[in-house]
């Protein structure tokens, strides 16, 4: 039977695409208010500023590129049961061969009506006045998840998550749940639980493994022993 994986990313997996992290020194969250731009409070009080800030962030993912660790993750999928969790909005596994990739924070490059709740592809530049194809309302937001809502797919995270032999987060700080909890849940399935982060996150002590340093580095190399392993075990 091939080896049930499950993978959380987090922004640091994308860092060295040049995508900016949240919570590191200079990271987007010291550059905005998380509740001006990241909640529908912020939304409701004013849209364009939103919009904007999420338009900034297509335009710097419009330049960037996978690097190794997405790509290896690609690789990865091809050798186990994989069940691909990112809390990031970018697409970046996409670009690099992932298929199904669960989007648990929405996805950028798409847009959600909130009135008739249509989803599509969101412009490179989105604007208040912007109207809903289905609809003809002037209601489009980014199909992002907010600080204050409920993420995407969690039934579908959560079984993946109770079957799993072996959970891994990579470059998440561990400061949002419900990911920040997934490791409980992978334990109490009775999985392995290892962390690949550039310094030990809010929740290392929860992992019984951790291994440190940058995610272009250390994925390629964690998912080579897991494939090698993956066909000596005959599954490949
Ligand atoms: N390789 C590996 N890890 C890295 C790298 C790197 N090159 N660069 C940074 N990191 C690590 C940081 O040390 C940090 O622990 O990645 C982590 C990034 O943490 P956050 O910025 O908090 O990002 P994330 O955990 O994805 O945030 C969760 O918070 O604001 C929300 O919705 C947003 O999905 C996001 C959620």
Not at 205 to 212: M, P, S, T
Request: hydrophobic share 50%.
């Amino acid at each position: 039977m091939r080896q049930k994986v499950v993978v959380l990313t987090g922004a640091g997996i994308s860092a060295e695409s040049g995508l900016g992290t949240f919570r590191d020194r200079g990271g987007i969250w010291s550059q905005y208010d998380l509740a001006e731009v990241a909640t529908p409070e912020g939304f409701a009080a004013d849209p364009a500023k939103v919009l904007d800030f999420y338009n900034a962030r297509r335009a710097n993912l419009a330049g960037a590129a996978p690097h190794a660790a997405h790509k290896a993750l690609a690789v990865l999928g091809e050798a186990v049961d994989l069940t691909l969790v990112t809390q990031n909005i970018d697409d970046l596994h996409e670009q690099a061969g992932s298929g199904d990739v669960i989007h648990m924070h929405g996805e950028l490059r798409r847009s959600l009506c909130a009135a008739c709740g249509a989803r599509a592809m969101a412009a490179e530049v989105m604007r208040v006045a912007d109207r809903c194809t289905a609809c003809n309302a002037a209601a489009l937001r980014p199909d992002v998840v907010w600080f204050g809502e409920m993420p995407y797919h969690m039934e579908r995270i959560e079984d993946a998550l109770a079957e799993a032999d072996l959970f891994a987060a990579i470059g998440t700080s561990g400061e949002v749940y419900p990911a920040a909890g997934f490791v409980e849940l992978a334990r109490m399935a009775g999985a392995e639980t290892v962390e690949l982060n550039l310094e030990p996150s809010a929740r290392a002590g929860a992992f019984q493994r951790a291994i440190l340093g940058p995610a272009s580095e250390t994925v390629p190399a964690w998912v080579a022993g897991l494939v090698a392993g993956a066909r000596l075990g005959g599954d490949v």
